[in-house]
């Protein structure tokens, strides 16, 4: 699913206004019964008392005609314009005089007018700003959103809290709705899955307005949400006449005295995801805990006890991962060094390994084309360096990802992948998920995939989704808390599955006679 700008919202309305031969008041109508569609079906008719707050542009258009409505339909509403502007929308007066028309009289709100009462058993709708919000509200204003959300009561935005800017940070805090559910016209905002604008969100779910189809599919969007139909595609079924050398054999190079596991938890991720054949490459320590633990594993040892100290091996392997608890000693340092001066096979970069790529940035240049990097946030920092705020993040992990024709993965509670000026947003996982050596899993997950013959981006978008949701089958079984890395692992099998389980119909009992 495409994210969109707001300039590409705006196209998209002009593109179907025109195609479809309909006026703007049409859109905004369709926008509003689709809000009341979904708010009825819920409420049934419920008679909580429902407080709209509207702006004077066309997001309170929308919500100035939801109210017509929700009062045809016998809801107990009470209707408030906040009104910031001299400006209003075309939009917005015509739906104000059809509501007027009803015999139903906003109480229109400036700085000097009392804030009604609202019980936290009330409804607030959220029309007050939408996409076009490009300034911080007024002090009065942020006053009422802060009124607002110390209500207690249950907040549904429409597109969007009101308060955040769709591409760049907000500048106060406190003037910004902390919406309950966010109703989101055609596509979600990226602003949903970023760590600093995303607390505001906690809920959303997009709504189809029916903006044109042949403008949403050829619009080239700079973010695309990833779920299971956009991940589904890229699977790779097995033929029945395949064998073990068909899925390819991933190297997983790293290790140390003392971090072992993480070589252990990427190796069996990577046997899990589906590698034909996996081999580690470690320090000495490291031959018995992998031999023992994992009967699946072939085993290269470094001469070195407790480091790496030379990579060198006799195999032929499809693709390597490198990185996972390799340290950074100065002899690893030279090891990784001259091994990534010589190689020509595709690479999955983590950890150490990405650390040891930021003091020596020349050896960027060196990595294959469309080398996967998996960096933690600090270490997304060295090799990027600080940013000011995630647009800031964004905008220079695209920079850096085409800088070195590499694929970038910006991990968190909704990880990014970045590739050619375009960011994947995944969908899957959880903040159980936050604990040591997921992101060793991921390695091993991705490594595996291309292994099989999946291209870099496509591996890493897969794996990202893949890894996440077999976070999200387990802790279903763990809880958060509980959940460990090796859980990740375990459901990997419950994550290819869910690709192609159908969703159960509900069961219908049958009235007695």
């Not at 400006?87 to 917005?92: A, E, G, L, V, Y």
């Not at 906690?202 to 973010?223: F, P």
């Not at 097995?238 to 190079?253: D, P, Q, W």
Request: net charge negative.
């Amino acid at each position: 699913m495409k994210i969109f700008t707001a300039e590409q919202i705006y196209e998209a309305d002009k593109f179907t206004i025109e195609k479809q031969g309909i006026k703007s008041s049409d859109l905004m109508e369709r926008a509003a019964t689709q809000i009341f569609n979904w708010m009825h079906l819920r409420m049934q008719g419920a008679q909580v008392k429902i407080h709209l707050f509207c702006g004077i542009g066309n997001n309170g258009g929308d919500g100035i005609a939801l109210a017509r409505h929700l009062q045809e339909h016998g809801y107990n509403i009470e209707v408030y314009v906040v009104n910031y502007s001299e400006k209003r929308s075309q939009d917005f007066l015509l739906n104000l005089d059809r509501l007027k028309d009803r015999k139903i009289w906003p109480h229109f709100l400036n700085n000097e007018k009392e804030l009604p009462q609202i019980h936290k058993d009330d409804i607030i709708v959220d029309a007050i700003f939408g996409i076009g919000l490009n300034r911080t509200p007024d002090n009065w204003v942020a006053e009422i959103i802060k009124y607002l959300n110390q209500s207690q009561a249950f907040i549904l935005s429409v597109d969007m809290p009101s308060g955040l800017f769709i591409d760049k940070l907000p500048e106060n805090k406190e003037a910004i709705i902390n919406s309950n559910y966010v109703l989101s016209f055609q596509a979600p905002k990226l602003i949903f899955f970023l760590p600093e604008t995303g607390i505001y969100s906690n809920q959303w779910e997009v709504l189809d307005i029916g903006l044109d189809v042949e403008y949403l599919m050829n619009a080239q969007s700079a973010y695309e949400l990833i779920g299971k139909n956009e991940v589904l595609p890229f699977y790779i079924p097995r033929e029945k006449f395949t064998h073990k050398g068909t899925y390819g054999h991933a190297l997983i190079v790293g290790g140390s005295y003392g971090k072992i596991g993480a070589v252990s938890l990427a190796t069996k991720a990577c046997l899990k995801i589906g590698s034909g054949l996996v081999t580690s490459y470690v320090p000495k320590c490291g031959y018995i805990p992998l031999q023992t633990g994992l009967p699946e594993l072939m085993v290269l040892t470094d001469a070195n006890d407790n480091i790496i100290s030379k990579i060198t091996y006799n195999i032929e392997p499809t693709v390597i991962g490198i990185g996972v608890g390799l340290g950074t000693d100065a002899i690893t340092q030279k090891a990784f060094a001259s091994f990534i001066k010589k190689n020509k096979t595709p690479l999955v970069i983590d950890a150490d390994g990405l650390n040891i790529l930021a003091e020596n940035k020349e050896l960027l240049k060196k990595l294959p084309a469309q080398t996967v990097l998996t960096p933690h946030p600090k270490e997304l920092e060295r090799l990027i360096g600080s940013w000011k705020n995630d647009f800031d993040k964004l905008d220079k992990a695209k920079k850096f990802s085409k800088e070195y024709n590499c694929v970038l993965i910006i991990k968190g509670a909704n990880t990014i992948v970045v590739y050619n000026g375009v960011g994947y947003v995944n969908t899957t996982g959880n903040p159980g998920m936050a604990t040591a050596g997921s992101g060793d899993v991921l390695t091993g997950i991705i490594t595996g995939l291309i292994a099989q013959g999946y291209e870099p981006l496509k591996a890493a978008i897969f794996g990202v989704y893949l890894h996440g949701k077999s976070g999200d089958i387990a802790v279903e079984k763990s809880g958060y808390q509980a959940l460990i890395a090796s859980d990740i692992i375990d459901f990997i099998g419950g994550a290819y599955l869910d690709l192609f389980a159908v969703p159960e119909s509900p069961v219908v009992e049958e009235e007695e006679a």
